[in-house]
């Protein structure tokens, strides 16, 4: 998450809604026998264009879920949001995940697989064509796709930054 334009929101006064993206569970075998540990991958989200991510991890798959929304709720950003699209064609990558969003008309749905599906849905996207291409880690995909999220850009965004007019944005004159 190091775009120029991340807009950080603090957690304290948001109602968020948290979905389980993956559970993992790795072993470490001692002489006493295999030791079982447990890492989550969690996405949060309010439904209005705020969503952030993290990694817990523990010894039992409720406390590294609780650990993972914890981490989620420190690392919220703002993403634009428009008619329940998203504003343009973006590509996102991060490691060999790599990830295509494109906007679609209203009724369309969320078109997109399991990881990217979490994503977009906890930010409020209700109409999307996806692609995953590339990685199928989950860790990888949702880092990607929080990617091409950031590096969307907003109409209103775009004429604040140039200093012009919403119209002069469109006509281009």
Do not use: W
Request: hydrophobic share 40%.
């Amino acid at each position: 998450m190091s775009t120029a334009n991340v807009k950080r929101v603090k957690s304290s006064d948001i109602e968020l809604k948290e979905r389980v993206v993956a559970i993992n569970r790795v072993a470490k075998v001692t002489k006493g026998g295999r030791t079982f540990s447990f890492s989550a991958l969690v996405v949060v989200g309010d439904g209005h264009g705020i969503v952030g991510y993290g990694l817990g991890k523990a010894n039992e798959v409720t406390d590294a879920i609780t650990k993972g929304i914890d981490d989620a709720k420190k690392n919220l950003v703002k993403v634009p949001v428009l008619k329940g699209t998203v504003p343009h064609d973006q590509s996102g990558k991060f490691c060999g995940g790599r990830v295509f969003l494109k906007p679609a008309a209203h009724g369309t749905g969320v078109i997109a697989g399991g990881a990217m599906r979490a994503v977009l849905e906890s930010a409020g996207i209700t109409d999307v064509l996806a692609k995953s291409k590339g990685s199928s880690n989950p860790h990888n995909v949702v880092k990607a796709t929080i990617n091409a999220l950031l590096s969307m850009r907003d109409a209103y965004t775009i004429s604040q930054h140039r200093g012009i007019g919403l119209k002069k944005v469109f006509n281009g004159q």
